[in-house]
């Protein structure tokens, strides 16, 4: 079964609700209309009780180069009306909160926000082409909340630490060695992997794997409070000449030049 969507696809069979992201002319990268079609489709896999497992990936190669810096004005990510609204922080929190298991299919790119969402996913399989990454101090952007702490559970505060710093990209492979990923298969095994991977997800108890993650979650869940903060920073942060610089410099294909912004304290 599918439901009709602009940015995502989203579709239910055997248990499995599957979003996959739908904009491959950017990479995936998400606006907030794919956002809101997210949340919609992660809420209605929440109260479906035929559901299980939810998957999310994205379509033709790519998971996601994360927000859209096409469409991203002065003060964020703007929707079609031209207001600044990425509602990805709810995304995040659908994603933790969610009472079942959220396994990232990821192949191809998993960059910047969209790397975010990936790390914040219970589980992910990756294909040996992924490719992962942050790019938010390239391109004058960052994720403070979750995108920092939970990566850093995750990694390690040197590794995590490194991954924003550096910006660099990781391949599978040295994801897996670092604890990034669960597992990397190859490409053409990357959709029986994941079935079959959410198929013993199904075969358990739904309360014992539902109280597993709110368990997982509890150990994190403060980090809500840093979210909100760090969030509404990235959003203060749009509206700089210095973040101005960061965009300007992806879209124009050139390297930043952020000097004239190093400042103390
Ligand atoms: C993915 C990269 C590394 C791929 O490089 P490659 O292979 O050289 O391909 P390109 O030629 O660069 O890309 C092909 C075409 O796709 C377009 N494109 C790619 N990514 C994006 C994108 N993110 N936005 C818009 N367009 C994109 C290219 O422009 C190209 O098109 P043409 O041919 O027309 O030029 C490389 O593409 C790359 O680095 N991409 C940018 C990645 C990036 O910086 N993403 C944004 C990072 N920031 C966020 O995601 C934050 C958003 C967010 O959700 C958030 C999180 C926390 C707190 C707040 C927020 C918030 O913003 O609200």
């Not at 994205?58 to 964020?76: A, L, M, Y």
């Not at 509890?218 to 973040?243: P, R």
């Amino acid at each position: 079964m599918a439901q009709d969507y602009q940015d995502i696809i989203y579709t239910k069979k055997d248990g499995i609700a599957t979003m996959s992201f739908n904009r491959p002319q950017v990479l995936n990268a998400f606006r907030p209309r794919t956002i809101d079609e997210m949340i919609e489709a992660f809420q209605d896999a929440w109260y479906d009780d035929s559901i299980g497992v939810a998957v999310l990936t994205g379509e033709r190669g790519n998971f996601s180069s994360g927000g859209d810096q096409k469409i991203r004005g002065h003060g964020g990510y703007e929707d079609e009306g031209g207001t600044p609204r990425l509602q990805v922080r709810n995304l995040h929190r659908l994603i933790r909160e969610i009472p079942k298991p959220v396994i990232a299919k990821v192949d191809g790119y998993a960059i910047g926000g969209g790397h975010v969402l990936h790390v914040i996913c219970d589980l992910t399989l990756a294909s040996d082409r992924a490719i992962f990454g942050q790019t938010g101090p390239k391109v004058g952007s960052f994720d403070a909340g979750f995108g920092a702490m939970y990566l850093a559970r995750i990694v390690g505060e040197k590794k995590a630490r490194e991954i924003w710093y550096l910006c660099l990209q990781y391949s599978a492979q040295e994801a897996l060695e670092m604890g990034l990923v669960n597992k990397v298969v190859p490409q053409a095994e990357l959709d029986a992997e994941t079935e079959r991977w959410c198929k013993l997800i199904l075969e358990k108890s739904p309360t014992s794997i539902r109280m597993m993650k709110f368990g997982f979650n509890a150990d994190t869940d403060h980090g809500y409070g840093l979210q909100a903060l760090a969030h509404s920073a990235t959003s203060l942060f749009y509206t700089s000449e210095e973040a101005r610089e960061g965009r300007m410099a992806f879209l124009e294909k050139r390297k930043p030049d952020f000097d004239e912004f190093r400042r103390s304290p």
